[in-house]
């Protein structure tokens, strides 16, 4: 039964009021916090919002803005062309599905460029070009549902745990996925994603099974050893006799939309806290229905009233500490509050492992842009040291900052900051070469930092110190303490023989690796020149 001091009351005022104060009258630091988590889920695109134009940024770098307009000309014109296609009506040919594949190509341009790096291969083949990124696309969109909406679980977590104390922990967003529970959860939100994408092929009744579904993503989040048919069935009791309901009480934030699209941010910092903390709190509200049956609620601390009506009724803010019996996420011998021991034979893996991990991610986002297979930096082998380092420099000296977020959050991105800075700063005043450039990035300091790029390595930085430090770590004990100094030995050998070539023939240079100062410089002016001569020309004063 629900703790006696909760009565089960649908009362949407009383609903809206909660949200409010759960969001905004707990103190800022929980606010803050709600914020950052919501962020997190958006950087990685579980969620939306408008104001993502930074993010994007890096996208229309490395996809769409670099893609041969010709190309994707040419594909959209065999489309249109095809038997299919020409069997449509005119408007929907033109007006909806031709703007339907525009789109995709768009957004899958860079499938273009690896094609074009053979250009008769794409002239012959443009049939089976189209072909192929119709398959891709229908692939990744559904296997990229299936992971994002497996995450959204811990999202759910997160806000559910926040309704009912203060301060929620950010790591509560992985707790869902401990003891191996991960697969089993992948399985039931597919299965979940699946029945109601063909619910909405009926239109209508994707709409009354989005509300009969409802709750299976926030009864994974407490119980996540519920089977598919499990929070199917108690979902379609919790939410029985009230799904117009439910949708009245979204619909009652509507109205959100618009500050959402027009002041930046407002989305992040207003509509999405609020729907997300809404979703708990029509899930917390349904939960204490007295005709079903609580055998698969397993959090009893979700059984008993807000934290914002619990200190309403004259409860002392420092006396309420809810027990949860999902524990966190465990990495052998690491805790989330507790700096890790790190042994000289650790850090040499990980500035090996990250080295790698680099120079995978630059010789692909090349190899997408400019159809080109290039090793990329000033060393021959398959490092990039400039991630090693950041990533050792993070673990070796942030780790100690564990037990204390946000001051780990700021000091990441500060020093990942003057190292990416200084590194471009010394390697173009010994090569005059630029070997990254972030002068078309938005909040830029000169071109060799970025916001964005600043907030990729934050969320690396917290990665490598919770969970690859720990793993890495863990890696090298089994493998024994004479092969990792072995394997180390020898890592250490090739990056000292690279180090001794970059210094006997010149650093790696060629195509696709760095740019001339100069050229940059010139283009830079040719810019800014351009510009001057759009405003001069439009009548306005630059």
């Not at 803050?32 to 993010?55: E, K, R, T």
């Not at 977590?157 to 697969?183: C, M, S, T």
Request: aromatic share 14%; glycine share 8%.
């Amino acid at each position: 039964m629900p703790s006696e001091n909760v009565e089960f009351r649908w009362n949407l005022r009383e609903i809206r009021s909660r949200i409010r104060r759960t969001i905004f009258a707990k103190g800022l630091k929980p606010y803050l916090v709600l914020v950052l988590i919501i962020f997190l889920f958006s950087f990685v695109g579980i969620m939306q919002f408008n104001a993502a134009g930074i993010i994007n940024g890096l996208d229309m770098k490395y996809g769409r803005g670099v893609v041969q307009k010709d190309d994707i000309l040419n594909i959209l014109d065999y489309a249109r062309n095809t038997e299919l296609m020409q069997s449509l009506p005119e408007f929907v040919r033109e007006e909806i599905v031709v703007d339907i594949i525009w789109g995709t190509l768009s957004t899958y341009s860079w499938l273009i460029n690896l094609f074009a790096m053979n250009r008769a291969y794409m002239q012959r083949n443009l049939g089976e070009v189209f072909a192929f990124i119709m398959l891709f696309m229908v692939l990744y969109k559904g296997i990229t549902s299936f992971f994002k909406k497996t995450l959204a679980v811990g999202l759910n977590r997160a806000v559910l745990e926040n309704r009912f104390q203060r301060d929620v922990k950010i790591r509560r967003i992985f707790a869902p996925f401990g003891n191996h529970k991960f697969f089993h959860v992948i399985g039931v939100m597919s299965i979940y994603i699946i029945v109601s994408t063909l619910w909405w092929l009926t239109i209508i009744g994707g709409i009354i099974k989005h509300y009969q579904y409802y709750c299976v993503p926030f009864l994974l989040a407490e119980n996540p050893d519920l089977s598919w048919k499990q929070a199917r069935n108690l979902s379609t009791k919790m939410t029985r006799g009230y799904k117009w309901k439910m949708f009245l009480a979204e619909m009652s934030y509507l109205y959100l939309l618009i500050p959402g699209f027009l002041i930046p941010l407002s989305d992040l910092l207003l509509v999405l806290p609020i729907d997300a903390t809404t979703g708990a709190e029509l899930y917390c509200v349904l939960r204490q229905r007295p005709d079903i049956k609580r055998g698969r609620f397993i959090e009893t601390a979700f059984d008993g009233a807000a934290y914002v009506d619990r200190v309403k009724a004259g409860e002392k803010p420092e006396d309420i500490q809810p027990e949860y019996l999902m524990p966190d996420l465990h990495i052998k011998n690491s805790n989330f509050d507790e700096a890790d021991q790190y042994h000289i034979v650790d850090y040499i893996a990980m500035f090996f492992i990250f080295c790698f991990i680099g120079w995978l991610w630059e010789v692909g986002l090349h190899l997408v842009k400019d159809q080109m297979f290039v090793n990329r930096g000033v060393m021959y082998g398959p490092w990039l040291p400039i991630y090693g380092a950041g990533g050792v420099f993070i673990i070796a000296l942030l780790n100690k900052l564990k037990h204390h977020k946000l001051k780990l959050f700021i000091s990441t991105m500060i020093l990942c900051g003057i190292l990416e800075y200084f590194t471009s700063f010394v390697l173009e005043f010994f090569s005059n070469k630029s070997y990254w450039d972030y002068h078309n990035m938005q909040l830029n300091l000169n071109g060799r930092v970025c916001l964005a790029g600043l907030i990729a390595f934050d969320i690396g930085g917290f990665l490598g110190i919770f969970i690859v430090g720990p793993l890495i770590r863990n890696m090298m004990h089994r493998l024994g303490a004479k092969k990792a100094k072995i394997l180390c030995s020898v890592l250490i050998a090739l990056f000292v023989a690279d180090m001794i070539c970059c210094a006997v023939f010149g650093p790696n240079i060629g195509e696709g690796i760095g740019k001339e100062y100069s050229e940059r410089s010139i283009y830079h002016e040719t810019v800014y020149l351009s510009e001057q001569t759009e405003h001069a020309a439009a009548g306005q004063i630059p």
